[in-house]
């Protein structure tokens, strides 16, 4: 999908506030609401508005690559559901309130989807039939509908939320171990990209099932998670996740370097083991968010949804099957909590909604406005997704409007300036500025 490359403030829906609204506990819900990225519906529940929906295309699109760099299917499936698959899996009744059952017109009972193992089983086991249809991976990123006792934090637990969700079909066992670690070797290039350093962390599975599971989780004072870790887990290089995929031994030996350090979340901490194995100096205890889960059930889904595969020996055996979760939605409150200043969010710039923000300090003036025109239209031809401020503001409203919206870098534009033939390149992350010409500017940001 391709966002538009630049925007005016003047002709764009950029509802920023100067206050913080008393309704955010916490900062990502504060600055998402403050820079007019999203609008609350119901409680848990929100319109993505089109500052927000672009760093909710980059999110996902990120998300995509890295699965389809895996080998994963893209597809997608409805919203909707019907109860009679949730029934023969027994999950109808053990889902409990969380999920929003529905009737249609002809009192048929209908559910929200709050994820999709049986339909994709169902799906599967229709036209998959010998060991000639595995290995599979497919994927869909759709929205998902919990009705989470205490949806709060904004995006980060709503009822409403994006979820990618991929599932692997495999002949045996060990086939289906290498599909999980696959995944799980994109999840760590997912998050890397994305600037995070998501730890993988041993978990509990939870009415998925199974024995295999890892969620992945982000340190940050405000997350809902308590997790102990080596800090070890920090420093680790992620760059070392380039391993070849075709080499499972090495895949393997990978993730076991990876899962050997001490880290794990409440349910499965252990307080002696934990101070036995990670000296004092390297413990971590801290808050995280969780931004990814990943599960190995074997044939939890198949036995009751019949998807069997014929072996070339001619055995039947059910399909091994494993599905793997991202919190699409979740990680746009996620990246903020990890990247933000008193003056708003700073955005990694792979996922930032615009590369520069160019601010002219005088609208109006003749000689600033020519030079933000030109730079302006020289953006777009060079492909950098800019926010051209060409709203007739105060200096100090454009600032800091613009600081709180985060774009990686600021292009302003002012008289003196131009008298001298300059303007600023101020990066946001530090507040470092460079005056140059704006050739030069363009050059930098273009390269
Ligand atoms: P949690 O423990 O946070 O409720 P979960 O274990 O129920 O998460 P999964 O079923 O594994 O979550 O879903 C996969 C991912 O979807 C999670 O890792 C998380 O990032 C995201 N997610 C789950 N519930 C929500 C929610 N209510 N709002 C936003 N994102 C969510
Ligand atoms: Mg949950």
Not at 73 to 100: C, F, N, V
Not at 124 to 129: R, T, Y
Not at 327 to 355: M, T
Request: aromatic share 8%.
């Amino acid at each position: 999908m391709r966002l538009s490359p630049a925007v005016r403030v003047s002709e764009y829906f950029l509802p920023t506030l100067r206050n913080d609204p008393a309704e955010a506990e916490i900062v990502s819900h504060r600055l998402m609401l403050r820079a007019g990225m999203i609008r609350q519906e119901s409680a848990g529940i929100y319109s993505w508005l089109p500052l927000g929906f672009r760093v909710l295309k980059k999110i996902e699109q990120i998300v995509r690559e890295e699965q389809d760099r895996i080998g994963a299917h893209e597809i997608l499936m409805p919203t909707i559901q019907s109860a009679d698959l949730w029934r023969k899996s027994g999950r109808y009744d053990d889902y409990g309130k969380e999920m929003l059952r529905i009737q249609d017109r002809h009192e048929r009972d209908m559910l929200f989807g709050p994820t999709n193992e049986e339909m994709i089983t169902d799906i599967f086991a229709e036209h998959a039939k010998s060991y000639k249809d595995a290995p599979l991976a497919m994927y869909h990123i759709q929205w998902k509908f919990r009705d989470e006792v205490r949806p709060r934090y904004g995006v980060m637990r709503g009822r409403e939320f994006l979820m990618k969700d991929a599932y692997t079909f495999d002949l045996d066992a060990e086939s289906g171990r290498h599909a999980y670690n696959k995944q799980f070797i994109a999840y760590l290039r997912t998050y890397a990209r994305m600037g995070l350093t998501a730890i993988p962390m041993a978990a509990d599975t939870g009415p998925i099932g199974g024995d295999l599971s890892h969620e992945f989780i982000i340190l940050a004072a405000t997350g809902e998670s308590k997790v102990w870790c080596d800090q070890a887990l920090l420093d680790f290089d992620l760059t070392n996740a380039d391993v070849d995929l075709g080499d499972r031994a090495a895949v393997q030996g990978l993730i076991d370097q990876l899962t050997a350090p001490y880290a794990a979340t409440d349910e499965q901490h252990d307080q002696d083991a934990f101070e036995s194995a990670v000296p004092e100096e390297r413990r971590v205890a801290e808050k995280g968010i969780e931004v990814g889960h990943i599960f190995f059930f074997g044939d939890k889904y198949s036995k009751p949804l019949d998807a069997y595969l014929d072996t070339k020996d001619g055995a039947r055996v059910p399909v091994q099957m494993g599905s793997y979760g991202v919190g699409v939605s979740r990680l746009a409150g996620a990246i903020i909590e990890a990247s933000h200043d008193e003056a708003g969010i700073i955005w990694p710039e792979a996922v930032a909604p615009f590369k520069a923000a160019l601010i002219n300090l005088r609208q109006g003036d003749d000689g600033c406005d020519a030079v933000c025109e030109d730079l302006y239209t020289k953006l777009q031809a060079a492909g950098v997704e800019a926010i051209y401020d060409d709203r007739d503001e105060r200096a100090g409203v454009k600032f800091s409007d613009m600081d709180l919206i985060g774009a990686p870098w600021q292009i302003i534009v002012g008289p003196k300036g131009v008298k001298a033939g300059i303007v600023e390149l101020k990066r946001r992350a530090d507040g470092e500025r460079d005056e140059l010409s704006a050739e030069a500017a363009l050059a930098k940001l273009s390269a």
